[in-house]
């Protein structure tokens, strides 16, 4: 179930895909099959299944139920507190794998294998064929990716519990991967496995500095890390050019793998390339500043859909005009797809997924609620009767336009687990099916009976950056979050938005009127049931926006990973519950407005 292929050789990635994608049915079955072999015996699959009949397909599914997290989080609890690997897998569990933890407040742990090292490798590894097919002469200079490790946590089974990514680079697949001439970084792997994220992030933007005409690619997992990165960049250009020009590494690198990996990149004074660095950076404006920091460079590598959709204006600023290319669908539960089509505008990415990694079903879900289709839907009994599971489709046979939520079945333990995530099916490559990705499922504001999703909100958010911010006020809006405030009747919706001059670093320059047509425009732009409760209902109050001061979203981050968030792996929440959160947001504060009229409303048919 894991092929193997040269990764230097990009006509047989090519090949490889092709063959995956065009067999997608036959190896979902042995996938499948091989699955239910290794794992029958466990203690898990044992409560549905009877014997060697039941290893089939059909029997499977018509026995062994779709579960969410809390169902089997007491089988991973007990695996964590030391009882046997076999309560899920036949293969010994060699760590936990931990979510970016930023949703539900605590990290979920999800069991991993040795063997799914190796399944994730092959996963990266089809990266390079596709970005080749697209971008010539990549093996002809290096890619600087900023990458970044978190601490493990011990469980009482003395198992380490680690972000996936974390994971992935401390493995030996990563620490002794085979030289791969298109793969190259600029970052010592000392670097990248640094456990203090400020250290590492100084030392990989040094070396990437210093190497700046051989960088033919930029990025990092995260649009949000990467313009972490860029602000960083901002914040120590001169300390970084004060290194490169004395050939030394500043005082506070106190990893002594850091200091010594990059002094070996660095290579004794370099003036004359320190002058031109901070040339750049001393400008006025940093629009296009990628471009002229690593004038070769052929794309920023990030992933900007989902959540990460709405990084992308400030990336199009600070890029030049670079492509922005997102290349793969992953979590900590499993490696799904990768984008065929990488050099597509980030509005029109979508994954293909794998039909090799895991055993995949999808579960129809409303197209606008983005909700689970119900046994009430199809029947006339009670509302509150379970999902009909014989809706739930295989990886083959979902429909082109229809949202499902992802459900799978892995080699590492989970068995018809929801993953949580909305996809919408875009199309096929062969008979692998291509999804968009749309949400986390069950992300919303609500203070009444509407329900506003991360999609409706990064929407309506966009629309009104797009027709009030960019002129005349010229602003950046670089993050927001929200919150359903209900400590007044009626409750609200608010918005934190943190702002910046396009051409400064200043303060910015608040408008009343401008803000408050942004708070309108949000209203505007969102749905039916929220203007009806605005309009008619009255049940909730007029929208607010909060101006946060400059960097108060790098002091969210910090406290969420303060919480047990990845540095790597974090992701702006769009939907803050956390009263330290909430405490962080306002104490930043500099500005406040609310929108200044009703948003429009019609009644539809029988609502009104």
Known sequence: ???????????????????????????????????????????????????????????????????????????????????????????????????????????????????????????????????????????????????????????????????????????QHFRNRPFNKYNVYTSPDQTILCQDSKQSMYCQLLCGLVQRSHVLRVGAVFASAFLRAVKFLEDHYKELCADIRTGTVTSWITEPACRDSVLSVLQGPNQELADEIECECAEKSWEGILRRLWPKAKYVEVIVTGSMAQYIPTLEFYSGGLPLVSTMYASSECYFGINLNPLCNPSDVSYTLLPNMAYF?????????????????????????????????????????????????????????????ILKVTGFHNKAPQFRFVQRRNVVLSIDTDKTSEEDLLNA?????????QQPSSLLLTEYTSYADTSSIPGHYVLFWELK????????????????????????????????????????????????????????????????????????????????????????????????????????????
Not at 61 to 76: C, R
Not at 102 to 112: E, I, R
Not at 522 to 550: A, F, M, Q, T
Not at 577 to 597: C, P, T, W
């Open 1 to 171: 179930m894991i092929p193997r292929y040269d990764p230097n050789d990009t006509e047989a990635g090519l090949k490889l895909l092709e063959d995956i994608t065009t067999n997608a049915e036959a190896i979902q079955e042995q996938v499948l099959h091989q699955i239910l072999s290794q794992n029958s015996g466990t203690q898990y699959l044992q409560a549905f299944l009877e014997g060697e009949s039941d290893k089939d397909q059909q029997s499977f599914k018509n026995k062994v139920p779709v579960v969410n997290y809390d169902d089997i989080k007491p089988f991973i609890q007990r695996i964590a507190d030391g009882e046997s690997s076999d309560i899920v897998s036949s293969q010994p569990i060699t760590e936990l794998l931990t979510s970016s933890g930023t949703s539900a407040g605590k990290p979920k742990l999800m069991p991993s294998t040795a063997e799914e090292l190796e399944r994730k490798t092959f996963f990266y590894s089809m990266l390079v064929p596709v970005m080749n097919k697209y971008v010539n002469g990549l093996d002809e200079g290096k890619g600087m990716y900023l990458l970044f490790i978190k601490p493990e946590i011990k469980t009482p089974s003395g198992l380490m519990a680690r972000p996936v990514l974390t994971s992935y680079y401390k493995s």
């Open 361 to 421: 079903e999808f579960l129809p879900v409303d197209d606008k609620s983005h909700e689970e289709i119900h046994f009430a839907l199809h029947s006339n009994t009670d509302d509150d009767d379970p999902l009909k599971e014989d809706l739930i489709v295989d990886l083959v046979n979902v429909e082109v336009g229809r949202y499902y939520e992802i459900v799978i079945t892995t080699f590492t333990g989970l068995y018809r687990y929801r993953v949580g995530d």
């Open 461 to 469: 958010v966009t629309q009104a950056k797009l027709n009030h911010l």
């Open 501 to 608: 001059p396009r051409h400064n670093n200043q303060p910015p320059e608040l408008e009343d009127k401008t803000m408050e047509l942004c708070c309108s425009e949000v209203e505007d732009c969102l749905d039916y049931v929220y203007r009806r409760c605005r309009n008619k209902d009255k049940s909730i109050g007029p929208l607010e926006i909060r101006v946060v001061s400059l960097g108060t979203f790098d002091l969210l981050m910090d406290f969420c990973v303060s919480q047990g968030s990845s540095v790597n792996q974090y992701k702006t929440p769009r939907c803050v519950k956390s009263g330290g959160a909430l405490e962080i947001l306002d104490s930043r504060v500099i500005g406040r407005f609310f929108s200044q009229r009703v948003p429009q409303w019609e009644p539809l048919g029988l609502d009104s």
